[in-house]
């Protein structure tokens, strides 16, 4: 390649329900990124002209363009199974015709005709490439990423990557992946009943409110924070998010049942915070029992994180900490941190 063309790079992140993306220059210092909805289950067939749509946007005359890969989307029950969700994907990939990369636990592999790509080692590694990046910096952490759906935790003893998981269920025999979100987990996943003021509130099994609306109406995220759909379809306003909660419950919505419903909230988010914490302490037990080490926090619910290091004296550390202070709205990168790492790490 020469000294003069200029060389593009996209980083993916191809998950169930969204598809991030993050775009560098060679010549330029800004970063282009974003998150698309897409269910993945309803819209696997678009997938290639939708990376064919945004190559086509970046890519600039007389530049090079290359693609970096990772996925999580090959879980979707459209599939028969995670094999097949690969293969597909990687099948999609192959039409797009330009340079591609795919992220694997063993690094990034040549995406062409000759080089056979092991599909077990490329399947929901996204959380791989985030710890490997900031294992560059950081000798000794736990990484939690708390996301939309998940918290993974990734734990990092002197400059080494530690965890044991090699799929879903792995993750969850080692504590390594907790299925539960800050925005599109349903708030009857930890607990379905709540005792208060000698009442007892039971919640309703329906998929009426998720966690976004506990954090909307505890303060914890706002409006514009969330990228994922409302349980709805309506926004994410905080009215809105009262309402979903009331028909969690089996009530009608009025201003005089707002400090009940906030009571409510509280108790949901206290299960959801002390399964993260116990969580982590249970990796601090293991890995540092006897050494100092950071929490990093990244992902939709990273101020989360920060509250709880704060309220328990764990020493912390953003991910918008780590990122270069010359990107444009590098705040939003730590939501598709996966995407952004790939260019980094190529």
């Known amino acids: 390649m020469s000294a003069k063309t200029n060389l593009i790079k ?21 970063i282009w990124y974003d998150i698309i909805d897409f269910d993945f289950w309803r819209d696997y067939a678009k997938l290639s002209d939708l990376i064919i749509s945004i190559c086509k946007e ?29 293969k597909y994907i990687l099948n999609q990939i192959h039409k797009i015709k330009y340079s591609s990369y795919i992220f694997s636990k063993h690094g990034l592999i040549k995406f062409d005709s000759k080089q056979k790509i092991p599909q077990d080692s490329v399947g929901s590694y996204n959380w791989y490439a985030s710890a490997l ?17 998940t918290c993974d935790f990734s734990i990092i003893k002197n400059g080494k990557i530690q965890n044991r998981r090699t799929s879903d269920i792995d993750g969850m025999f080692t504590k390594e992946l907790l299925y539960t979100g800050c925005s599109r987990t349903p ?33 914890n995220l706002s409006k514009g924070d969330i990228y994922s759909k409302s349980a709805d379809g309506s926004s994410h306003s905080l009215l809105q998010s009262y309402k979903r909660v009331s028909r969690s419950f089996g ?24 399964l993260i914490d116990k969580t982590l302490s249970f990796h601090s037990e293991k890995y540092f029992k006897r050494s100092n080490f950071v929490v990093v926090g990244l992902g939709l619910g990273s101020k989360i994180i920060r509250n709880m290091c704060n309220k328990n004296r764990y020493d912390y550390l953003d991910i918008r900490d780590i990122l270069d202070s010359t990107i444009v709205n590098g705040d939003y990168l730590s939501n598709l941190f996966p995407a952004f790492v790939l260019n980094r790490i190529s």
């Open 10 to 30: 996209i980083g993916w992140d191809i998950g169930g329900a969204h598809i991030k993306y993050c775009v560098e220059s060679r010549e330029s210092d800004v």
């Open 58 to 86: 970046y890519h600039q005359e007389g530049s090079s363009l290359v693609n970096y890969f990772t996925m999580s989307a090959e879980m979707c029950d459209c599939f028969d199974n995670r094999r097949a969700g690969v």
């Open 133 to 149: 990046y900031v294992s560059k910096f950081i000798n000794d952490a736990i990484l939690i990423d708390f996301g939309s759906t």
């Open 187 to 219: 708030i009857y996943a930890h607990i379905n009943e709540i005792m208060f003021r000698n009442k007892i509130y039971s919640i309703i099994p329906e998929s009426f409110s998720s966690m976004s609306d506990i954090n909307i109406i505890l303060g």
């Open 251 to 274: 009530f009608d919505y009025d201003r005089s049942k707002r400090n009940l419903i906030y009571s409510l909230c509280l108790k949901i988010y206290d299960i959801q915070f002390k």
